[in-house]
C-alpha cells in the first residue's frame, strides 16, 4: 500500500525558513516523481516543485524559483522541501503527491498536472506572518 506522509509544517516569520519532509512508503516500482503542491483557502492547488526517483531532475514554479530547493534523502524514501525567505503568499496546506505515469514515458511529467497524480499525503499547514 502506497503512503505518503508529510510533516514540518508550521508557523513562521516573512523571510524565515521551514523544511518540509514527505516520507514515501509501499511504491512497486522505480520510475515515479514526488511533487510538493500547496493550496490557500479559496485557490485551487498548485504545482510548487516535483523531482523524479530515477535521475533526481527537478523543477519548480516561478513563484519559488531561487527560495525553495527539493531533494531526496539519503534512502531516496524521503522528499525534502527547504523552504527559504518565506512570504506571506506562501501561506497554505502544502501536500506531498506521487506521479505513477513514469518519467520516463512522459516527457511532460514535470509540469505537475494533478490528474496523473494517484497518491496524496493528508497534508501540513504552512503559515508566514508579516
Known amino acids: 500500500e502506497v503512503q505518503l506522509v508529510e510533516s514540518g509544517g508550521g508557523l513562521v516569520q516573512a523571510g524565515g525558513s521551514l523544511r518540509l519532509s514527505c516520507a514515501v512508503s509501499?511504491?512497486?516500482?522505480?520510475?515515479?516523481?514526488i511533487a510538493w503542491f500547496r493550496q490557500a483557502p479559496g485557490k485551487e492547488r498548485e504545482g510548487v516543485s516535483c523531482?523524479?526517483?530515477?535521475?533526481?531532475?527537478?523543477f519548480y514554479a516561478d513563484s519559488v524559483k531561487g527560495r525553495f530547493t527539493i531533494s531526496h534523502g539519503n534512502a531516496k524514501n524521503t522528499v525534502y522541501l527547504q523552504m527559504n525567505s518565506l512570504k506571506p503568499e506562501d501561506t497554505a496546506t502544502y501536500f506531498c503527491?506521487?506521479?505513477?505515469?513514469?518519467?520516463?514515458?512522459?516527457?511532460?511529467?514535470?509540469?505537475?498536472?494533478?490528474?496523473?497524480?494517484?497518491?496524496w499525503g493528508q497534508g501540513t499547514q504552512v503559515t508566514v506572518s508579516s
Open positions: 503527491a506521487a506521479d505513477s505515469s513514469g518519467t520516463q514515458y512522459d516527457a511532460r511529467w514535470y509540469e505537475m498536472r494533478l490528474w496523473n497524480y494517484d497518491y
Open positions: 523531482i523524479s526517483n530515477i535521475d533526481g531532475r527537478t
Open positions: 509501499g511504491f512497486p516500482f522505480d520510475d515515479y516523481a
